[in-house]
């Protein structure tokens, strides 16, 4: 939610600043803005909309400046509520992402002193409050004490006209360090970063951040500390297009080679996972958010019939509301970007409560990885589409190796599944190579407004991520349910208008869906079944996605990825700006 920059060096502020805003875009994108320090004074431009080309800005011929792309929460978009916020003096600019939560008191108050709000923000009480320090105090030390005043989450850059300094603090929100020689960038990611530096510095909760020409000063708890940089393996070709129309399109071919990068990390002779972490767990509660908790459901599934370990999961927005965790329950948190705030809180309320902390996250430094005793790491690249693909397959394949490395099979069903894990890329090939075929589909299905998805077992999870993948770029009503279950009520939906994509796995579950498929039919809905090629399904369905066979343990794979091609051409047939549907951010870094 939202994407903050700063930068200070040798090249024009105003065009890196857009250029890095560009790869923050899926982090909001109702409006932006920048201010360039330009000698004594600040040059500020606000835009609603999505960030425009660097063509068109030339703010200032200076090296000092803050940008903000901008995901709504406290004022509509507006070109007054975008960012950057002012001060009074209009000297003071400040970028920021996350929530003030005392920001009412702090603005009565500061508007009992004299100051004048222009904005419906919580952020403006940030730029009022160091000119009201700086009545006393120079600029950092005005912001450190800023600082003690806020509560809530944020990560923000603070420019002072007339200093050549940015300062920066960062508590409960993501904000990356990018050391160049002779430069240095703040952002909230590091896609922002990649065009000129994978050398990184993850910034820690409560530091705060001194830059200047010559360098960097990280201060936490009042007392300078070091950070090291790290290298970040990304290049900046893996945050680009590549040559396809959207990044939800190459991030889906993008699949076998995440998929490939994950094994060779997590699977060689055995699997390279520590099964010391999880000695003497008695159970394990999964807590994730939209995408990372389908991917947990299939988790659950799957630790539960290969390790017999009892799995619960919860939408992390949820488990504050439910009884706590046991004392020997491992808490995993799933979340590619390792910053939602929900999964965090929730993965701290099992620290806190003293529970071991595991993470599966695709973000080197993230927060989650700080949070976390353990993690393991997705090998997807940077993801910019807001809709989850490569990730989700990156997470499931990291949850099939821990549930097989927890496993009590016998050694040869171990190795004839890992075999089949090991063809996968492979696999999921096939799929990509019949891409005109699920294009023709999307054809036929790309006019309605309603449709189903259902499944059994395994199959569920898939259905309900399918539906969602479905839903947030095409806008077409989807609903995921157990195929069980719709005739204890979804039925009444059914019809000639909402057709069903089914999810059909030929596992214990399939006799049952072939019931389910035939009740569906007597509705006169259309079923589209997704099943592997060596299943007879056609009697039973209008139309098929076929993907390779493969054992069916492993079918959630295989057709998220099918269903993930399905829902990307059906929004493309609708025209949906795909990479940045409507209303969504890609980090939810706000509870
Ligand atoms: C859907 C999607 C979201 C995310 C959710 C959690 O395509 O991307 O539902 O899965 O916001 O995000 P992470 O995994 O970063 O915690």
Redesign the pocket.
Known sequence: MCGIVGYIGFRRADRVIVSSLKRLEYRGYDSWGLAISDGGELKVFKRVGGIGSVDDINLADSGIGVGHTRWATHGKPSEVNAHPHMDCSGKIAVVHNGIISNFQILREELERNGHEFRSETDTEVIPHLIEEYMKSRDFEKAVFKVVDELEGSYAFVAVHAGEDKLVACRYKSPLILGVGDGEIFLASDVPAVLEYTNRVVYLEDGDVVIVDKNGFEIYSNGKRVERKAELVPWSIEDAEKGGYEHFMLKEIHENPRVVEDTLIEYLRDDIEIDAGFFAGISDILIV??????HAGLVGKYLIEKFAGIPVRVEYASEFNYHPPPLSRTLVIG???????AD?LEAMRRGKKLGMKILAI??VLGSTATRVADYTVYTRAGPEIG????K??IAQLIVLYLIALKLSAVPKRELEEILDQLRLMPQKIRQILDREDEILSLARRYAGYENIMYVGRGIGYPVALEGA??LK?ISYIHAEGYPAGELKHGPFALLGEKTPVVACVVKDETFESMLGNLKEIKARDSKIIAVCDEDVEIEAFADDVIRTPAIDPILAPITHSVALQLFAYHVARLRGCEIDKPRN?A???TVE
């Open positions: 994730a958010c939209g995408t990372s908790y799933i979340t590619q970007s390792g910053e939602t999964t996250t695709n807001v809709a989850a693909t990730t989700f969602l993948k947030e969504l890609k980090s939810v």
